[in-house]
T-cell receptor
Framework: GENVEQHPSTLSVQEGDSAVIKCTYS??????FPWYKQELGKGPQLIID?????GEKKDQRIAVTLNKTAKHFSLHITETQPEDSAVYFC?????????????FGSGTRLLVRP | NAGVTQTPKFQVLKTGQSMTLQCAQD?????MYWYRQDPGMGLRLIYY???????DKGEVPNGYNVSRLNKREFSLRLESAAPSQTSVYFC?????????????FGPGTRLTVT
């Protein structure tokens, strides 16, 4: 079935450094790739997304890149700050039907050390 | 505008007991979703409702039932709880407009079955 793999499962960086999280997906027809941030005790919140007709998207310190040929996409956070510490999930929109279901990766716990 | 709300926030059940998790959204969204989140497994879709009056199974529907009570409310019922259903449950909603993929998540219900 459809699958999204996410790496690494944990990531520790020094404040000010960059962080990169990578995901691969199995369904070549997938066309929407969101990234969610989940803070402790809260629900996931969308931070950035990209569609299959775009290769890169930026929003201030965060960016997402998409390589459709290789079926992978990545989240880049620059100039990391302690408040970036959270669990990040990637997802891909499955296209088996028209239900707009999302298939999620297993999550990356990011720790930004002050 | 509260977004997506869920009740209760925490619940402890004994094996075999039943309960209903409540979810409501005030964004006039058509589509609603129930996920469970387990350590190292990301979010997995249990059931969804593409629009009022319709419900469909997701990846892991066994042991659960849902009701789309009206456009605002989507409940998840555990008829006979099992320890394997210990998890954090998230409700989400989406506008339902074609091409609008973003899902908005509630704060979650942490359920423990002993």
């Amino acid at each position: 079935g459809e699958n999204v793999e996410q790496h690494p499962s944990t990531l520790s960086v020094q404040e000010g450094d960059s962080a990169v999280i990578k995901c691969t997906y199995s369904d070549s027809a997938s066309n929407y790739f969101p990234w969610y941030k989940q803070e402790l005790g809260k629900g996931p919140q969308l931070i950035i997304d990209i569609r299959s007709n775009v290769g890169e998207k930026k929003d201030q310190r965060i960016a997402v890149t998409l390589n459709k040929t290789a079926k992978h996409f990545s989240l880049h956070i620059t100039e990391t700050q302690p408040e970036d510490s959270a669990v990040y999930f990637c997802a891909a929109r499955g296209l088996r039907d028209s239900s707009y279901k999302l298939i999620f990766g297993s999550g990356t716990r990011l720790l930004v050390r002050p | 505008n509260a977004g997506v709300t869920q009740t209760p926030k925490f619940q402890v059940l004994k094996t075999g007991q039943s309960m209903t998790l409540q979810c409501a959204q005030d964004m006039n969204h058509n589509s609603m979703y129930w996920y469970r989140q387990d350590p190292g497994m990301g979010l997995r879709l249990i059931y969804y409702s593409a629009s009022e009056g319709t419900t469909d199974k997701g990846e892991v529907p066994n042991g659960y039932n849902v009701s789309r009570l009206n456009k605002r409310e989507f409940s998840l019922r555990l008829e006979s709880a099992a320890p394997s259903q210990t998890s954090v449950y998230f409700c989400a909603s989406r506008t339902g407009t074609s091409g609008d993929y973003e899902q908005y998540f509630g704060p979650g219900t942490r359920l423990t079955v002993t």
